[in-house]
């Protein structure tokens, strides 16, 4: 049998690789790498997400890669309360959320809201 231990990364298929970037960098504070020939990747803590041009992804791919079919999950040391201000002070849409939800570890409370290919971004902290 194979033991899987973590993610290392995934990848999103976005329409602008520098909208995505600001984003992700400026909204959830995670950092833009280059690497590999020119290939972005956006980090944090010691996971990252690599990043795919729709129309020239690199390959192997997904089978039908396109913008905005991303659902992430991403645990936030900043208490939910902070995160919900942080969006709002940046005009960012919450869509859903405080609401309870239930983890690879356990109970969560989250917010829901949409990147600039509309993935559905779900932030959270672990209850109890």
Do not use: W
């Not at 944090?44 to 659902?71: V, W, Y």
């Amino acid at each position: 049998m194979i033991r899987i231990d973590r993610l290392d990364h995934l990848v999103l298929t976005v329409a602008d690789i520098a909208a995505t970037c600001d984003f992700y960098s400026r909204i959830l504070g995670m950092s833009v790498e280059t690497f590999a020939e020119g290939r972005t990747a956006l980090k944090f803590g010691r996971q990252k997400i690599n990043l795919h041009p729709a129309g020239h992804e690199f390959e192997p791919k997904a089978k039908h890669p396109i913008p905005g079919s991303g659902d992430l999950c991403l645990i936030a040391e900043t208490p939910l309360a902070d995160v919900i201000s942080h969006l709002q002070a940046l005009s960012v849409t919450v869509e859903e959320g405080p609401v309870e939800r239930i983890g690879a570890t356990g109970r969560l409370r989250s917010v829901y809201f949409r990147d600039p290919d509309g993935n559905l971004i779900e932030v959270s902290n672990p209850i109890g």
